[in-house]
């Protein structure tokens, strides 16, 4: 098992320019989720999903966008990277009957907007 | 108030030494009390955790919860270098549908050699 993929690792972009955040999860989780790590702020809920087809806003969505086409891929979209939007992007998955919701993450996108 | 609260440090301890990490929370309700360790530039990863109040042991790590004063500790015995990492708590309650851990801002971890 790969686990939890994420593409890239690194980005630099600046204002104004759109991009996608790829999130791949071969264990067959339902619960699908993207984080933002800011210094001193801890992991930030962006938005999740509870199946395919099925996605809601988490604590801080706004300037992001989410699918869920199928149960293995989540991809995040940045509509128009802002310099605030710099942060480390950790995507997380996890079987929803899980009694204690362990949840598996990915490497990272480590993201600068200039 | 946030809903749990953690020193984010850094908290920086001799090789050997015996360390504990805290977090307070203010729901009554989470029922579930992990510990998830970051490696520097890695994804989280869980540590362990306990469900309800007591103690659990794995190791040289011990896990308490005291739901009374909604506090969580993770004690770490004879602490070695390769356990510098920051350490997230994040308790969660199952009657929660929409399956969201709430972080702890991540106490940072440093074992000097």
């Known amino acids: 098992n790969a686990g939890v993929t994420q593409t890239p690792k690194f980005q630099v972009l600046k204002t104004g320019q759109s991009m996608t955040l790829q999130c791949a999860q071969d264990m067959n989780h339902e619960y699908m989720s993207w984080y933002r790590q800011d210094p001193g702020m801890g992991l930030r809920l962006i938005h999740y999903?509870?199946?395919?087809?099925?996605?809601d806003q988490g604590e801080v969505p706004n300037g992001y966008n989410v699918s869920r086409s199928t149960t293995e891929d989540f991809p995040l979209r940045l509509l128009s990277a802002a310099p605030s939007q710099t942060s480390v992007y950790f995507c997380?998955?996890?079987?929803?009957?899980?009694?204690?919701?362990?949840?598996?993450f990915g490497p990272g996108t480590r993201l600068t907007v200039l | 108030q946030k809903e749990v609260e953690q020193d984010p440090g850094p908290l920086s301890v001799p090789e050997g030494a015996i360390v504990s990490l805290n977090c307070t929370y203010s729901n009554s309700a989470f029922q579930y009390f992990m510990w998830y360790r970051q490696y520097s530039r890695k994804g989280p990863e869980l540590l362990m955790y306990?469900?309800s109040s007591g103690n659990k042991e794995d190791g040289r790590f011990t896990a308490q919860v005291d739901k009374s004063s909604k506090y969580i500790s993770l004690f770490i015995r004879d602490s070695q270098p390769s356990d510098s990492a920051t350490y997230l708590c994040a308790p969660w309650g199952a009657m929660d549908s929409n399956y969201q851990l709430i972080w702890g801002a991540g106490t940072k971890l440093i074992i000097k050699p």
């Open positions: 999903s509870v199946g395919a087809g099925i996605t």
């Open positions: 997380a998955s996890s079987l929803v009957e899980s009694s204690y919701n362990e949840q598996f």
């Open positions: 306990t469900y």
